[in-house]
């Protein structure tokens, strides 16, 4: 059984970076040929993709958050983390972390999902 856990702080101020890790158990993220995408729900909105990395390294991001976006990993943890810079109160949302196929950029496409963490931009 594959487990995904997000950490992070839950309160994080403009303009700073927010830094969320995602620890897998019960499965490597080099394991071909699985995705690992971070995901976000703003209060009273749907859920957006935000972007991946794959089991080979590579990375790729949703155009809209292209330039603030960075998503890396620690094999030796079996962790992967986003970082999103120069935030703003409208990144304040519900962040979680998601396994899918090759290419998978839509929430029902994930076989495993973290529980998900709040994240709030505030001064």
């Known amino acids: 059984q594959v487990q995904l856990q997000e950490s992070g702080p839950g309160l994080v101020k403009p303009s700073q970076t927010l830094s969320l890790t995602c620890t897998v158990s019960g499965g490597s993220i080099t394991t071909a040929y699985y995705y690992w995408s971070w995901f976000r729900q703003p209060p009273g909105k749907g859920l957006e993709w935000i972007g991946y990395?794959?089991?080979?390294?590579?990375?790729y991001y949703s155009p809209s958050l292209e330039s603030r976006t960075s998503i890396f990993r620690d094999t030796s943890k079996n962790q992967f983390t986003l970082q999103l810079r120069s935030i703003t109160p409208e990144d304040t949302a519900v962040y979680y972390c998601?396994?899918?196929?090759?290419?998978?950029?839509?929430?029902?496409?994930?076989?495993?999902r973290g529980q998900g963490t709040q994240v709030t931009v505030s001064s």
């Open positions: 990395i794959a089991y080979s390294g590579m990375t």
């Open positions: 998601a396994r899918g196929p090759p290419g998978a950029t839509r929430w029902l496409e994930s076989d495993y």
